[in-house]
T-cell receptor, first 114, second 111 residues
Framework: EAQVTQNPRYLITVTGKKLTVTCSQNMNHEYMSWYRQDPGLGLRQIYYSMNVEVTDKGDVPEGYKVSRKEKRNFPLILESPSPNQTSLYFC?????????????FGPGTRLTVL | SQQGEEDPQALSIQEGENATMNCSYKTSINNLQWYRQNSGRGLVHLILIRSNEREKHSGRLRVTLDTSKKSSSLLITASRAADTASYFCATPSPAGNKLTFGGGTRVLVKP
C-alpha cells in the first residue's frame, strides 16, 4: 500500500531534550516536506527536500533540522525543543517534477514540549 | 496572511444537504488543490483543478475556479455523516516546492 509513515505518532518531552521524528514513504517520491499545524495558524511548511541531499527552508524553519540521505526517508530533528514547538506535525511526499501532482500526507505526530 | 483564505470557517448541515465552501488566494497559480482532514489526522487529496479549467467534478465533489477573481469553491452534494471533516484549499508555488494552505472550513454533517 502506498503510504507515508511517521513515528512516533505521539510524543511528550521536556525542553531541551533532542528528538527526531521519522518520516518514510514507499512511493519513490522525489519531493518530501514537513509541515506543522497550529490552531488559528493553519498548516505551515517547515522544510522541504526536492531530492536526496537537497533540502531547503520553508516558512518556519527556526529550531528544526532535516536530512535527506535516502530517497525514502526525511527525518525532522529538534535539537533543543521548546514549548512553542508543541504542535501537530505532518510529513508529505509528492512524485514528479511539477506542482501538478498531489501530495500524500502522513498520519501526523502530535508533539508536546513541557 | 495566508495565500488561501476560506469561507466560511465552519459549516453545519443535515445529511443529504449540499455543502459549499469558498477559497480565495492572492497570487497567480497554475493549479489549486483541495484536501480533506478528519479530526487530528493526515490530509487526503480530493481534487486538483488547473488554472485553465473552470469546473471539475469527482464523484459528489464539484470544484470551480475563477482566476479573474482569484477564488475557488468546493461543493459537496448529498452530504453524508462521513463527510464531517475540515476542508482546505492549497496552492502550490510555481516551482512546486511548497503548498500554501488556507485556514480551512470545518464541516459538520448531522445525521
Amino acid at each position: 500500500e502506498a503510504q507515508v509513515t511517521q513515528n512516533p505518532r505521539y510524543l511528550i518531552t521536556v525542553t531541551g531534550k533532542k528528538l527526531t521524528v521519522t518520516c518514510s514513504q514507499n512511493m519513490n517520491h522525489e519531493y518530501m516536506s514537513w509541515y506543522r499545524q497550529d490552531p488559528g495558524l493553519g498548516l505551515r511548511q517547515i522544510y522541504y527536500s526536492m531530492n536526496v541531499e537537497v533540502t531547503d527552508k520553508g516558512d518556519v524553519p527556526e529550531g528544526y533540522k532535516v536530512s535527506r540521505k535516502e530517497k525514502r526517508n526525511f527525518p525532522l530533528i529538534l535539537e533543543s525543543p521548546s514549548p512553542n514547538q508543541t504542535s501537530l506535525y505532518f510529513c508529505a511526499s509528492r512524485g514528479g517534477g511539477t506542482s501538478y501532482n498531489e501530495q500524500f500526507f502522513g498520519p501526523g505526530t502530535r508533539l508536546t514540549v513541557l | 496572511s495566508q495565500q488561501g483564505e476560506e469561507d466560511p470557517q465552519a459549516l453545519s448541515i443535515q445529511e443529504g444537504e449540499n455543502a459549499t465552501m469558498n477559497c480565495s488566494y492572492k497570487t497567480s497559480i497554475n493549479n489549486l488543490q483541495w484536501y480533506r482532514q478528519n479530526s487530528g489526522r493526515g490530509l487526503v487529496h480530493l481534487i486538483l483543478i488547473r488554472s485553465n479549467e473552470r469546473e471539475k467534478h469527482s464523484g459528489r465533489l464539484r470544484v470551480t475556479l475563477d482566476t479573474s477573481k482569484k477564488s475557488s469553491s468546493l461543493l459537496i452534494t448529498a452530504s453524508r455523516a462521513a463527510d464531517t471533516a475540515s476542508y482546505f484549499c492549497a496552492t502550490p508555488s510555481p516551482a512546486g516546492n511548497k503548498l500554501t494552505f488556507g485556514g480551512g472550513t470545518r464541516v459538520l454533517v448531522k445525521p
